[in-house]
């Protein structure tokens, strides 16, 4: 179950925090950081084990416990252009709108 985690949060920051994944390359320090932060959730992870809870639902909680001190990378923001990020509210206001006129 360690290495299943070890691996979903390395494939979260690479998507979602990119400087960090460059930073603890650079450093070599991937694999220790990822050790303590997969150690820093071992009592929840055993606690769930001995309930016989299901493995996608432990996965799911670790993963929300491991990653929610990594904000949003602002290399995602970056990467989409202005210009499409303001028309994203205009664009949802139309197609709800045509939504509701098919009803």
Same mark, same amino acid.
């Given at each position: 179950?360690?290495?299943?985690?070890?691996?979903?949060?390395?494939?979260?920051?690479?998507?979602?925090?990119?400087?960090?994944?460059?930073?603890?390359?650079?450093?070599?320090?991937?694999? &220790?950081?990822?050790?303590?932060?997969?150690?820093?959730?071992? &009592?929840?992870?055993?606690?769930?084990? &001995?309930?016989?809870?299901?493995?996608?639902?432990?996965?799911?909680?670790?993963?929300?416990?491991?990653?929610?001190?990594?904000?949003?990378?602002?290399?995602?923001?970056?990467?989409?252009?202005?210009?499409?990020?303001?028309?994203?509210?205009?664009?949802?206001?139309?197609?709800?709108?045509?939504?509701?006129?098919?009803?």
């Amino acid at each position: 179950m360690d290495d299943i985690l070890k691996e979903k949060l390395w494939f979260y920051i690479i998507h979602n925090n990119p400087e960090l994944m460059f930073t603890l390359q650079e450093e070599y320090n991937a694999l &220790s950081y990822l050790n303590e932060k997969v150690n820093g959730i071992k &009592s929840i992870l055993e606690d769930m084990l &001995s309930e016989g809870t299901p493995q996608y639902i432990i996965e799911e909680i670790c993963l929300n416990v491991l990653t929610e001190d990594l904000k949003p990378s602002r290399f995602i923001y970056i990467s989409v252009p202005y210009w499409l990020r303001s028309l994203r509210k205009p664009i949802l206001f139309f197609m709800n709108q045509a939504s509701s006129l098919m009803r």
